[in-house]
């Protein structure tokens, strides 16, 4: 090696010394609640695309809907010693100890998608999440302006039960119909987000609910949950999206397509890109030392069948939702 190449090379290695961490180094665990809906489904696809890009290592642990998985999920990457903790928590309560555990390792955790009991806010950096409530008043206003005055016994599907979003979701629709006393949610049950019992309880409703003619209006907490609903209304030789109105959350493919059938009415936008606002956070947190804001929100945008349902379908089905 000539004198002036060994330089450069002295020169590179030093500078590389002094450099901050970067976001090739980072590793991430990433505790997934699983892929209870088309909506959780993209969202895995897309954090993994995030990662890539910022050639961040993802490993994402998958919760089967269970707490207790996350918990071991979240120890197993303490033990690691990874970079960070990316956490959807599938419920809001009874993460104090293991959140405890990784402040006590020095490991930053961030909150995707869902919100943990507000008493554990110090207990992680940031939450990307949307705001949930004002997902529910954003449904439960497109409701009402639909419904106008006319009286409207409305049914809803809630997500799981304890999931911040499932009781924020009720919250907000809850508080935009009370304006309008035309409006009344006359049966309200859990649906776990999934389509399956979306279906199974929507077939409860409709028996309970005079063959479902007196049922106005469907609320789902999220789409999935919806299209089981449709699939059940049509095996009742109901007309969804006519006979009965239908508003949702998520904006996922599958609804494009009921809009575009006519057989559904409404949803409000979830984007199923929290890593991306999550990962550009940590990598500032860690080369920078910039603290983000405790609340990263997510934009809520309603979608009617005014809105060229065909072209929104054709526009995400390639996002793998
Ligand atoms: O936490 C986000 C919710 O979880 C989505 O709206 C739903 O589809 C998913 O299961």
């Known amino acids: 090696m000539s004198f002036k190449s060994l330089l450069a090379a ?11 961490a970067i976001a090739a180094e980072l590793t991430v665990g990433f505790s997934q609640i699983g892929s209870e809906s088309g909506w959780r489904a993209a969202e895995t696809t897309v954090s993994k695309s995030e990662a890539a890009k910022r050639k961040v290592n993802l490993k994402i642990a998958d919760a089967q809907q269970k707490q207790e998985n996350q ?55 940031t939450a990307v999440t949307s705001d949930s409530v004002h997902e529910g008043e954003v449904a439960g206003d497109w409701l009402a302006k639909t419904v106008g005055n006319k009286a409207c016994s409305i049914v809803e599907l809630q997500g799981t039960v304890g999931a911040s979003v499932a009781a924020n979701r009720k919250k907000g629709f809850d508080t935009a119909i009370a304006k309008h006393a035309n409006l009344k949610v006359v049966r309200s ?22 063959g479902g003619k007196n049922i106005c209006a469907v609320y789902a907490h999220n789409d999935d949950m919806m299209v089981g609903a449709i699939q059940a209304m049509k095996e009742a030789g109901l007309k969804p999206g006519k006979d009965i109105l239908t508003v949702s959350i998520d904006a996922v493919p599958d609804i494009f397509k009921a809009m575009t059938a006519g057989e559904a009415n409404a949803t409000v936008e979830l984007t199923p890109n929290m890593a991306g606002p999550a990962l ?15 609340w990263i929100q997510t934009e809520s945008k309603l ?12 526009g995400k089905k390639g996002l793998g939702y």
Not at 10 to 20: D, E, K, V
């Open 10 to 20: 002295t020169a590179l290695a030093a500078s590389m010394l002094s450099f901050p």
């Open 71 to 125: 918990i071991k999920a979240i120890r197993s990457f303490i033990a690691q010693n990874v970079d960070a903790i990316f956490l959807a928590p599938v419920v809001s309560t009874g993460w104090d100890s293991v959140l405890k555990e990784a402040k006590e390792a020095k490991i930053p955790v961030v909150l995707l998608d869902r919100d943990i009991d507000p008493s554990g806010k110090e207990l992680y950096l």
């Open 189 to 210: 049950q859990t649906g776990d987000f999934t389509r399956a019992k979306g279906k199974e309880v929507m077939e409860s409703f409709i028996k309970a609910e005079g």
């Open 280 to 294: 550009d956070a940590l990598i500032a947190y860690k080369d920078k030392k910039t603290t983000p804001p405790k």
């Open 303 to 314: 979608y009617t069948q005014t809105d060229d349902p065909q072209k929104q379908y054709d």
